[in-house]
């Protein structure tokens, strides 16, 4: 009898771990899809929430007050400088204009939003959130972003001495409304 070498793979062989492979990187790439898709979000509303902390935090510092102002594809966050140094803690067109003394950039920061995650928020007539000079705030307010994906945090609740972070109970493309009542904090 000659023995017979086995030194190779069949075609066959090769053929089924490249069709495994192939499974995988598609069933990865989905994950992976979905995955950044979640990051995006949460990375948005964290960015936001930090900012909001800011402001309010920068308020009580600078004892006053300070406006951030929403809009689907951006917010800003003003500072109450007219008359300076005190402001008269509401916002107007004045608190655009540079006092001798305030090195500070105006607005203090305005940030664009990923037009793919627009946001809402409930009672839509006021578009802005005031902290007075004690960093409570003027309303409650209910930040939130329009998408299905599951991020683990997508919305914001102000409330007169809290922002805290929450997930939506029920996702605002299936009917949800951006409330405190539908945000759940975590």
């Known amino acids: 009898m000659i023995a017979k070498k086995d030194n190779g793979i069949t075609f066959v062989e090769l053929l089924v771990a490249v069709s495994i492979v192939c499974v995988l990187v598609v069933a990865l790439g989905f ?10 979000v949460e990375a948005q509303i964290r960015e936001m929430h930090l900012d909001l902390m800011d402001a309010r935090v920068r308020a009580m510092l600078r004892r006053r007050a300070h406006f951030v102002t929403l809009a689907q594809g951006h917010y ?18 004045s608190d655009n204009t540079r006092p001798a003394g305030y090195n500070d950039p105006i607005p ?79």
């Open 76 to 93: 800003t966050v003003r500072e109450d400088i007219h008359p300076w140094p005190d402001g008269d803690k509401s916002l107007t067109a």
């Open 31 to 40: 994950e992976y899809a979905d995955w950044t898709g979640r990051y995006r």
């Open 108 to 186: 203090l920061l305005k940030k664009n939003l990923d037009k793919d995650l627009p946001l809402t928020w409930n009672n839509i007539r006021v578009a802005y959130i005031t902290f007075n000079t004690r960093g409570f705030s003027n309303t409650n307010r209910t930040i939130c972003v329009n998408t299905d994906k599951n991020a683990d945090y997508d919305c914001i609740a102000i409330s007169a001495a809290r922002i805290r972070l929450g997930k939506l109970k029920r996702k605002l493309p299936d009917g949800g409304i951006c409330d405190s009542g539908n945000c759940v904090m975590k």
